[in-house]
């Protein structure tokens, strides 16, 4: 479909994408816009103007609002109403919105001008380990004598309950965090900064509409209750987590900060790209079988700039390069888990894939297995080496679809590493 806003052959975002994402301007109040090429098209003043009037009841409402949250909760027939209706108004033939001058003028913004904010409320944040590369590699590392796999991974998407409050938008600083640390040598644990600061390629869904208190979410349903994916940067203090872990799993060394990209790309622009889900052994429980593909031909890749690095002018370092497509769980398997029990989730609730590795050790998600365990140091252009993240450091991650002339990309989410308040 040929549109009237030039896309550059490099932008992540295309019309096929066509993420959301809440921004601000100047003194202006966050609102609802979605991306296009180096622009950004505010949702808040076409829905003033009634170009969504003939398709969604009460477009002032969904989109002159600071989260994704209610635009999450209106349900798969809105989501597809307004996606249809903006490529519409971007049509070439089309001269609703490029015709007046006025509203052209007051709804698009380079993106470069704007701010972005946490695109959703996130009353609610659950991570998953869902990755049987992630979870075999962290076997080996800790319990290299023993079965690499935890006894249930087979059986359960397994996740715990993160801390929704700090999840941070992209960009936001990440300062180094405090934790007790049970050093080798030592008897009894210190507390301080950590010293084994990590990250996390992951990729979060957003929660749509949503369950009655008591009422599982269905399998077979599970796209009806999801409205997006972003990409997500579980920041993880590996010696706190070590240490904190037994026996009821991770707490601060989880809980200090959660970086998410600020572009949601809808779950529909992600259908070209479904593939064959994982043959999963033994077969999972009934209430985990779907007959539908939920795997999804993504392309991720991670790179490191330090300090030193900025510095010097000298790009960030791609270290990491995986798929998601290979991930051992799916998304609707992780939603009808996590209901299963008649728990509510809410528009706009957050759930983390969990690490994304593949075999080849290029594609590795964390840190902590690029180095296995800092037994093998990266380094960077600098002659700098890394066992883990230091002070300064920037952590980069993107990830995109392909095929073909089609192209949907997610942007990217970054953290730089501040040191210890403390």
């Not at 609703?96 to 993106?111: K, N």
């Not at 996590?338 to 593949?358: E, F, L, M």
């Amino acid at each position: 479909m040929p549109i009237w806003i030039d896309v550059p052959a490099t932008s992540p975002f295309t019309e096929e994408t066509l993420p959301y994402g809440i921004f601000s301007q100047d003194a202006e109040a966050p609102r609802v816009g979605v991306a296009i090429g180096d622009h950004a098209i505010d949702l808040a003043v076409l829905a003033h103007a009634g170009l969504f009037d003939r398709v969604v009841t009460d477009p002032i409402g969904l989109f002159a609002t600071p989260t994704l949250d209610r635009f999450a909760g209106a349900g798969r027939d809105v989501w597809s109403a307004v996606r249809a209706r903006i490529k519409e108004l971007l049509d070439v033939s089309n001269h609703e919105l490029r015709g007046d001058p006025i509203v052209l003028s007051t709804a698009i913004a380079h993106r470069d001008t704007i701010v972005m904010h946490r695109p959703v409320g996130a009353s609610d944040y659950v991570d998953f380990f869902s990755s049987l590369e992630h979870a075999t590699n962290f076997g080996k590392m800790l319990r290299p004598n023993e079965d690499p796999l935890p006894p249930n991974f087979r059986s359960i998407p397994i996740g715990y309950h993160g801390r929704s409050s700090t999840i941070v938008v992209s960009g936001t600083p990440i300062v180094r965090p405090h934790g007790q640390l049970k050093l080798p040598d030592q008897a009894l644990p210190i507390f301080a900064p950590t010293r084994a600061l990590d990250f996390e390629l992951e990729l979060a869904f957003i929660a749509g509409p949503g369950n009655a208190h008591g009422v599982p979410i269905h399998i077979e349903d599970a796209g009806d209750h999801i409205f997006g994916c972003a990409l997500l940067n579980d920041w993880s203090a590996r010696d706190v987590q070590g240490w904190e872990y037994q026996p009821l799993g991770p707490f601060l060394a989880k809980s200090f900060g959660t970086s998410i990209a600020p572009w949601v790309v809808p779950l529909e622009a992600l259908e070209p790209f479904r593939v064959p889900s994982r043959v999963q052994e033994p077969p999972p429980l009934p209430y985990l079988q779907t007959k539908t593909d939920w795997s999804f031909d993504i392309d991720l890749e991670v790179a490191l700039q330090s300090a030193r690095m900025s510095a010097e002018d000298i790009a960030p370092m791609p270290i990491s390069k995986g798929t998601f497509a290979k991930m051992y769980w799916s998304m609707a398997q992780q939603l009808a888990h996590a209901t299963a029990n008649g728990t509510q989730i809410r528009p706009g609730d957050v759930y983390g894939s969990g690490t994304i590795s593949g075999t080849d050790p290029s594609s590795f998600g964390s840190i902590m297995e690029l180095t296995w365990r800092g037994e093998r140091p990266l380094e960077l252009p600098t002659g700098e080496k890394r066992a883990f993240l230091e002070d300064g450091d920037t952590v980069i991650m993107s990830a995109s679809c392909t095929r073909g002339d089609l192209r949907v990309g997610f942007g990217e989410v970054r953290g730089t590493i501040l040191p210890a308040a403390y």
